[in-house]
């Protein structure tokens, strides 16, 4: 069973800046795309970015030229660099699978505690 644990958030001012880590427990970590994920109060847990196994990139809109993703296989980690944040960004954010069907098994892990970001001034 692979674990997540995510670390990194934390109170920001808006148009302030975070790095947020997550690592998996487990051999297999480098075959899989990975993503980021966030959950606001009130609102469904929504993927923000993604990164194939071999490094390709994708955004949700609402994060593209702000955030970036990436990993470091050897560390069995990925990475989200978040710039410009805004109080919109306020939310639990989680790290998981990005659901490929290149990935060698289906579906997502069980999910770990995620980190809190609060955007605020």
């Known amino acids: 069973q692979v674990q997540l644990v995510e670390s990194g958030g934390g109170l920001v001012q808006p148009g302030g800046s975070l790095r947020l880590s997550c690592t998996a427990s487990?051999?297999?970590?480098?075959?899989?795309?990975m993503g980021w994920y966030r959950q606001a109060p009130g609102k469904q847990r929504e993927k923000v970015a993604g990164?194939?196994?071999?490094?390709?990139?994708n955004y949700a809109d609402s994060v593209k030229g702000r955030f970036t993703i990436s990993r470091d296989n050897a560390e069995n980690t990925v990475y989200l660099q978040m710039n410009s944040l805004k109080p919109e960004d306020t939310a639990v954010y989680y790290c998981?699978?990005?659901?490929?069907?290149?990935?060698?098994?289906?579906?997502?892990w069980g999910w770990g505690q995620g980190t809190q970001v609060t955007v605020s001034s």
């Open positions: 998981n699978k990005d659901l490929r069907p290149t990935n060698p098994a289906p579906g997502l």
């Open positions: 487990g051999s297999l970590f480098r075959l899989y795309a």
């Open positions: 990164i194939s196994s071999g490094g390709v990139t």
